[in-house]
Structures are given as structure tokens and as C-alpha cells.
């Protein structure tokens, strides 16, 4: 069982940045693909970013730019700079991680973000 903890969302004005933590249970990144996707209200999960089992990194274009995800294996947290927010970023915003091997996946609780003014 893996349990993922996110942090760092809020409110935040249209331009403005946030960095978003999610932080393991554990030392997984050797095992298991990490990434960020997000829900906006009425719409499907989608991928936001990724760490793949290469050790490459994959954005969705609508944050390609703009978005940086990376991960402290000290730590065993991965983060979510996102700057230069735009109204469309609002989402509640989840951890993932996937197993190399088996595929099976877990997710965090979320944490909501609002960009506003």
C-alpha cells in the first residue's frame, strides 16, 4: 500500500504561481511513475504531468511552459511548480503513482487550487 499526501493548494490570483507537494510513504521513485493529473468541475481526470519509468518527465500541452514537476528522492516528495496561472488551471489537482510491474495505481486525497481574481 502506498499513501500520497498532497499540499499546497489554494487561491491564487490569474499570473500568480503555486508549488504543489505530494510526499510518499516511503522510497518508491525506484519502483513506480509518478505524476500529477487534475479534475475541473464537470470534466474527466486528465494528466497534467509525469515522470515516467525512464526517468523522463511528460506535460500535458495546456501546461507545457508553464508547469514543472520534480521529485526529491531524499524526501520522497514530487512537486507541481505551476506559474503563470490561468482561470482554466482551477482543478482539484492528485498524486499518482503506478507500479512499474504491476500497473496497479494509488492516489492522493487532492488538493484544490483556484486561480482568480
Known amino acids: 500500500q502506498v499513501q500520497l499526501v498532497e499540499s499546497g493548494g489554494g487561491l491564487v490570483q490569474p499570473g500568480g504561481s503555486l508549488r504543489l507537494s505530494c510526499a510518499a510513504s516511503g522510497s518508491i521513485f525506484s519502483r513506480y511513475a509518478m505524476g500529477w493529473y487534475r479534475q475541473a468541475p464537470g470534466k474527466q481526470r486528465e494528466l497534467v504531468a509525469t515522470f515516467t519509468s525512464a526517468g523522463t518527465t511528460n506535460y500535458a500541452r495546456s501546461v507545457r511552459g508553464r508547469f514543472t514537476i520534480s521529485r526529491d528522492n531524499a524526501k520522497n516528495t514530487v512537486y507541481l511548480q505551476m506559474n503563470s496561472l490561468k482561470p482554466e488551471d482551477t482543478a482539484v489537482y492528485y498524486c499518482?503513482?503506478?507500479?512499474?510491474?504491476?500497473?496497479?495505481?494509488?492516489w492522493g486525497q487532492g488538493t484544490q487550487v483556484t486561480v482568480s481574481s
Open positions: 499518482y503513482a503506478e507500479n512499474f510491474l504491476t500497473k496497479i495505481g494509488f
